[in-house]
C-alpha cells in the first residue's frame, strides 16, 4: 500500500537539533500541489498539526514550536522538510508527514506512515 515515509528522528539531548525528511515516491502529484504538513502524536494524546507549508512555500507553525520549528519542501524531489531547533522534552512524540488538508483529499487518511520518533532528553 501506498505511503508516507518519515526519517530523520532520534534521541537528543534538550537544546539539541534534529532534521526530519517525508517522501512518498508513489503518491503522484499529491506531495506537489498540495499544503503539507508535519504532525506529532504524544503517549496518550491526539495527533497534532504543528507545522504547514503550502504550495507557494508560506508557512505556518504552532505557539508551542514558534521559533524553533522550520518546515521547507523541495516540490522537485517530492520531499518535505522539518528543522527543529532547541528541542525540549515536550517535542517528544512520534513525528508524522501527511497533507495539511486531510479533509480535502480524504485518500491520504489512510496513507500514514510509520513516522519518525523523537525523543528529548532534559
Known amino acids: 500500500q501506498v505511503q508516507v515515509a518519515e526519517s530523520g528522528g532520534g534521541l537528543v539531548q534538550a537544546g539539541g537539533s534534529l532534521r526530519l525528511s517525508c517522501t512518498c515516491a508513489?503518491?503522484?502529484?499529491?506531495?506537489?500541489?498540495?499544503?503539507m504538513g508535519w504532525y506529532r502524536q504524544a503517549p496518550g494524546e491526539q495527533r497534532e498539526l504543528v507545522a504547514q507549508?503550502?504550495?507557494?512555500?508560506?508557512?505556518k507553525v504552532a505557539e508551542s514550536v514558534k521559533g524553533r520549528f522550520t518546515i521547507s519542501r523541495d516540490n522537485a524531489k517530492k520531499t518535505v522538510f522539518l528543522q527543529m531547533n532547541s528541542l525540549k522534552p515536550e517535542d517528544t512524540a512520534v513525528y508524522y508527514c501527511?497533507?495539511?488538508?486531510?479533509?480535502?483529499?480524504?485518500?491520504?487518511?489512510?496513507?500514514w506512515g510509520q513516522g519518525t520518533q523523537v525523543t528529548v532528553s532534559s
Open positions: 501527511n497533507v495539511a488538508n486531510l479533509d480535502a483529499i480524504p485518500i491520504m487518511k489512510s496513507r
Open positions: 508513489a503518491c503522484g502529484s499529491i506531495f506537489v500541489f498540495n499544503p
Open positions: 507549508i503550502s504550495r507557494g512555500g508560506s508557512t
